[in-house]
């Protein structure tokens, strides 16, 4: 894999900062709180293994993944906490988790007969670990129907191939100043929990929103945080946030080449950008090969605690700034994260983007090389 390491374009991970939101969100939950750490995608862009390593150190139970991928290389890496799968595993890959001590979700009753199907077939042993995914509305995986799902919840406990230890739902609008649909998914949640005369160890229904805005209804007392535990808002702009989350990342480059640029000449990819008077230009090694988004392009970056504006389009690989006056070679660029008392937040790139901040940080690929600092 290639790690970007001999460029001075660098992913800094303040792990100080991860563990401080953790601790936030803790501190204002009851105690014996757990927190299921959501290191999908690649920890939402801050490097998996490290992150989850460090959720656990900053006191988080487990983790949750998208895909069975991920958790794989958490246990191949030694994290051996709980760790959920949150997507749809194919049955067939499934005794891959089963092996491994993986936690799977479940959403139908096909699925759990497959398996139990499989598992004699094939002299699948291990018991499978399963959370039992229950849809209040969201309408992407899981249960509907609560007959159903107490079914589901009775073979598992009446099969040895099955461990019955979680249920979980996911809410739709959980960052919505609106509580009306939210509401009407925690009614329908409380009916499946209550169809249950005994719980799993696990029942799970709160994301990063729902910790933030939905705080006195979190069931069981687990989060599953995701944005909120890199420092950003779920909302985006939209709610307040009344704990003291702290951005993890800074994406910082530096630059590589500087020139005068000429009253009237061009830069880049279509020559859309033409100066207006005798102008100072560097070039940066940083483009949308890399995550940074093409449509940046008229956005800015900080350069010494000053916005600077990005001259022309993005390119792949590389992009041009203007200075407002000359600066060196490696001086550093600060395109997310503080220069001075200047900042540019995730929040502002989606903005510019017209995407949210969750697509602004997972875009950040591993060319980009990622220092982690505690
Ligand atoms: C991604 C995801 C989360 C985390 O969401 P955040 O908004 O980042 O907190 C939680 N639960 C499920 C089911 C998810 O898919």
């Not at 509401?183 to 719980?199: I, M, P």
């Not at 937040?345 to 969750?358: G, L, S």
Request: contains cysteine; hydrophobic residues 40%.
């Amino acid at each position: 894999m290639i790690s970007g390491r001999l460029r001075n374009t660098e992913y800094v991970i303040n792990l100080k900062a991860l563990r401080n939101n953790i601790q936030a969100q803790r501190a204002v939950m009851p105690a014996g709180s757990r927190v299921l750490a959501v290191v999908k995608a690649n920890a939402y862009g801050h490097g998996l293994v490290p992150v989850a390593q460090a959720a656990l150190r900053a006191g988080a139970t487990g983790m949750c993944v998208a895909i069975l991928d991920e958790a794989l290389e958490l246990r191949d890496s030694g994290v051996d906490a709980i760790t959920l799968v949150l997507g749809i595993t194919p049955v067939e890959e499934a005794n891959v988790a089963a092996e491994a001590g993986v936690s799977l979700t479940v959403g139908s009753l096909e699925w759990l007969t497959k398996y139990h199907q499989f598992a004699r077939q094939f002299n699948w042993t291990k018991p499978l670990k399963v959370h039992l995914a229950v849809d209040t509305g969201m309408g992407r995986i899981g249960f509907t129907n609560v007959a159903e799902f107490q079914q589901a919840a009775t073979l598992l406990r009446q099969y040895p191939e099955f461990e019955f230890e979680g249920m979980f739902t996911h809410f739709a609008t959980a960052d919505s100043a609106d509580s009306t649909y939210f509401d009407r998914q925690y009614a329908r949640w409380q009916q499946f929990t209550n169809s249950l005369t005994e719980l799993p160890p696990y029942v799970h229904m709160a994301n990063s929103a729902t910790g933030l805005w939905h705080r006195s209804q979190i069931t069981a007392n687990t989060i599953r945080m995701g944005i909120s535990m890199f420092g950003y808002n779920p909302s985006g702009k939209e709610l307040p946030v009344d704990l003291d989350l702290q951005p993890v990342g800074t994406l910082k480059t530096a630059i590589c080449f500087i020139k005068k640029l000429a009253a009237g000449e061009s830069v880049s990819y279509g020559a859309t950008y033409t100066a207006a008077k005798d102008e100072w230009l560097a070039t940066v090694p940083i483009g949308y090969a890399d995550g940074y988004p093409r449509c940046m392009t008229g956005f800015k970056v900080l350069v010494d605690g000053q916005y600077c504006p990005i001259a022309g389009r993005v390119c792949m690989d590389q992009m041009m700034i203007r200075l407002p006056k000359y600066y060196p070679v490696d001086t550093p660029v600060i395109l997310m994260g503080k220069s001075g008392d200047r900042v540019i937040t995730a929040e502002d790139m989606a903005e510019q983007a017209h995407t949210i901040n969750y697509e602004i940080l997972t875009n950040f690929n591993n060319r980009i090389h990622r220092t982690y600092h505690d």
